[in-house]
């Protein structure tokens, strides 16, 4: 099992910055990637970005490029969402999830362990 806690989320004005956090414990993993989905109210969730294991790949949605930023620190078994210029339209429960090896990084249903999500509101 894996166990994940995301945090970091909160009220900010348009144009401002977050950073979001997610701590994994429990099983580890040598290959496949963590991600970020996001799930605005009476919608669907939505990939985010995901970094693979090693940090050798990363993957953004069209719809954040060049705004956020995928990290993570295996010494601490975090990963981060880095989150700038954010927009009212970027306001919605953030969820990180596990992906084992195989599947489509971009699809929610490839993700095998999910957190319990963090609510980011972005006020215009």
């Known amino acids: 099992q894996v166990q994940l806690l995301e945090s970091g989320g909160g009220l900010v004005q348009a144009g401002g910055s977050l950073r979001l956090y997610c701590v994994a414990s429990g099983r580890t993993f040598s290959s496949g990637a963590m991600g970020w989905f996001r799930q605005a109210p009476g919608k669907e969730r939505n990939f985010v970005a995901a970094?693979?294991?090693?940090?050798?790949?990363?993957w953004y949605a069209d719809s954040v490029k060049g705004r956020f930023t995928v990290s993570k620190d295996n010494a601490k078994n975090t990963v981060y969402l880095q989150m700038n210029s954010l927009k009212p339209e970027d306001t919605a429960v953030y969820y990180c999830?596990?992906?084992?090896?195989?599947?489509?990084?971009?699809?929610?249903?490839?993700?095998?362990?999910w957190g319990h999500g963090t609510q980011v509101t972005v006020s215009s």
């Open positions: 999830a596990v992906k084992p090896a195989i599947g489509n990084t971009y699809l929610y249903t490839s993700y095998a362990y």
């Open positions: 970094i693979s294991w090693s940090g050798d790949y990363i």
